[in-house]
């Protein structure tokens, strides 16, 4: 297929790079101008769109969003498919989507879960939010970036569940650096802890796989001095959308209103967007709350 891949950043470069890998034409824009190996630079992101069978963004919030479908709905060819992988709020995928949908295009949102790890390596999951066909469409595109695709429902389910599970991996990865710190006050080493935890009750994604430990477990961005990764400042930006889902909705999220102040205080604090493991640093720094 033709493929017009909009927003080229950490995420996007690699995730481009797999489709011109699987033999897609890949036409890129991002305003930084960086391309993957293989694809065809544009001047701009309607020249991209016009181009292409499919539509694949992946830019830093919903108000770019919307202003990128509506500068490439209108040159883009009849019933093209567009594949959104932004992190968004769940209002503005669903206004994305249906500007296509009214336009004859086919829509989808397509969040991801994997970091720049699974994104180079193809390893991606994908958070679908919009109709079975839409999806059948997309699959051989998506399975081109990622490993697994989950059908959340309609239009925006996609980010609702991505919103949920980063809420839940921020909350983890503090539990976790917590507990780190509390281990080492109390004379344990991270390694026994780690091989407790890691095949215990205790076990998380944040333990197992991204240990915010240097030296302890498989390699995570705590062995490259918290070079992310994944930017304290996206994972700030996605609590705070699951903050504001959850003011809209009325639901109780305590440890996540908790967790979106820890990493507040946390990113305005740093010099520079370190890893969000690197959180760590700042509660060895704390004494015991009273």
């Known amino acids: 297929m033709k493929i017009a891949f909009i927003g ?40 991209a769109a016009a181009q292409a069978d499919a539509i694949i963004t992946m830019l830093p919030n919903g108000h770019i969003l919307k202003d990128v479908y509506a500068d490439v709905i209108p040159g883009a060819r009849d019933a093209s498919l567009f594949i959104d992988c932004s992190t968004a709020d769940v209002e503005s995928a669903r206004t994305a989507a249906g500007m296509a949908k009214e336009a004859g295009h086919v829509a989808i949102d397509a969040p991801v879960s994997g970091g720049t790890t699974g994104a180079t390596a193809g390893t991606l999951t994908f958070m679908v939010g919009g109709d079975a066909s839409a999806l059948a469409q997309a699959e051989p595109l998506l399975s081109a970036m990622g490993q697994r695709t989950v059908h959340c429902g309609a239009n925006g389910s996609g980010q609702a569940a991505k919103m949920c599970n980063n809420m839940i991996l921020g909350i983890t990865m503090v539990g976790t650096c917590e507990a780190f710190v509390l281990a080492e006050k109390l004379g344990l080493s991270a390694t026994a802890l780690f091989d407790v935890v890691s095949t215990s009750s205790g076990q998380s994604w944040s333990m197992n796989t991204y240990c915010p430990v240097p030296d302890v477990g498989p390699q995570s961005p705590a062995d490259n001095h918290y070079q992310p990764g994944f930017a304290a400042s996206l994972m700030l930006k996605d609590l705070e959308l699951s903050q504001q889902a959850a003011w809209s909705s009325n639901a109780a999220t305590p440890l996540g209103a908790n967790v979106t102040e820890i990493y507040r205080d946390f990113v305005v604090d740093e010099d520079v967007d370190r890893d969000f493991s690197a959180i760590i640093e700042t509660l060895r720094s704390k004494g015991a709350v009273s």
């Open 8 to 47: 080229l950043g950490n995420m996007g470069r690699p995730m481009a790079r797999n489709l011109v890998l699987a033999g897609h034409d890949v036409f890129g824009f991002d305003l930084s101008g960086d391309m993957p190996e293989g694809a065809t630079k544009c001047d701009s992101a309607r020249t």
